[in-house]
């Protein structure tokens, strides 16, 4: 028995771009919610953010209809089999986007950034690369519990930059770590516990760049458990403070 949930997703190609490289994807059946920012020239980080969620999606179906059928990756002892299945997939895709961009000249470079949450018996499995990112609002406190893996956060943690450092960084949107980039990937994997009323948001860097945490966090609360309409008010901030990217939010309540 999987820990219910209510889902809310919706994304927007924004005000400068003409055409959306974000993906999305609620599958219901797994309880696993992912969301992708593609990047790569000529509409090929669409193809790479498109390609990973069809993995993904195409891996659990295939594990689900047919626990007997051959995995790409050998299982970690160490992980629970949830665990495994949902890092496999990822990985997975990060071998079909590395192969693809290797075989057609105008796929190279590609890659995209991937959010996931997998929902199961015990809790909740939280898997990311790159700077794509998954907050948490809980007891109205709002904070990012995934990590960015961009050239900035590596330079937060090796040195102390001021805030002002900080705002003024030339190199913001460098990330460090995306599928698609080499040909195996880390995931990083987190398990919590979810508690009553809890809800998750998950969201590319055009949400991020345009609102601020603090308002992203008075916007879940000021709609409660309303989280399609909070999902809709979220996007439409990021347009109207500029939509310099594509915009994507998934929003994940425990009721």
């Known amino acids: 028995m999987r820990i219910p949930v209510q889902v809310a997703g919706e994304t927007s190609v924004g ?4 055409h959306n490289e974000d993906t999305f994807s609620i599958i219901e059946e797994e309880n696993l919610f992912v969301v992708c920012d593609g990047m ?10 498109q390609m990973a969620v069809e993995t993904i999606k195409n891996f659990c179906k295939d594990t689900r209809d047919d626990p007997e ?7 970690d002892r160490a992980r629970q089999y949830e665990e495994n299945r949902l890092v496999t997939a990822i990985k997975y895709a990060n071998v079909r986007i590395f192969e693809a961009a290797k075989i057609e000249p105008k796929y190279h470079g590609m890659g995209t950034t991937i959010t996931a949450l997998y929902f199961v018996e015990s809790g909740v499995y939280r898997a990311h690369v790159g700077d794509s990112r998954i907050y948490r609002l809980r007891e109205g406190r ?18 102390k930059l ?25 995931v990083d994997v987190e398990f919590e516990v ?10 590319s860097d055009g949400l991020t760049d345009e609102v601020k ?5 008075e916007i879940l609360m000021e ?6 309409t909070a999902c809709h008010t979220l996007i439409e901030e990021a347009n109207a403070n500029g939509g310099h990217d594509n915009i994507t939010c998934v929003l994940v309540r425990v009721p």
């Open 213 to 217: 945490d603090a308002r992203m966090g």
């Open 69 to 75: 059928v051959t995995w790409p990756y050998k299982m």
């Open 142 to 159: 709002f904070q990012q519990i995934s990590v960015d893996h961009s050239l900035l956060n590596d330079y937060i943690k090796m040195k």
């Open 40 to 49: 790569g020239g000529h509409a090929s980080g669409e193809v790479a953010s």
């Open 194 to 203: 979810p508690q009553r009323d809890d809800i998750y948001l998950m969201c």
């Open 15 to 18: 005000q400068k771009r003409n």
């Open 162 to 186: 001021s805030p002002q450092e900080i705002a003024s960084f030339p190199h913001k949107n460098v990330i460090v770590r995306a599928l698609g980039m080499k040909e195996s990937v880390k």
């Open 223 to 228: 709609n409660g458990p309303d989280i399609q």
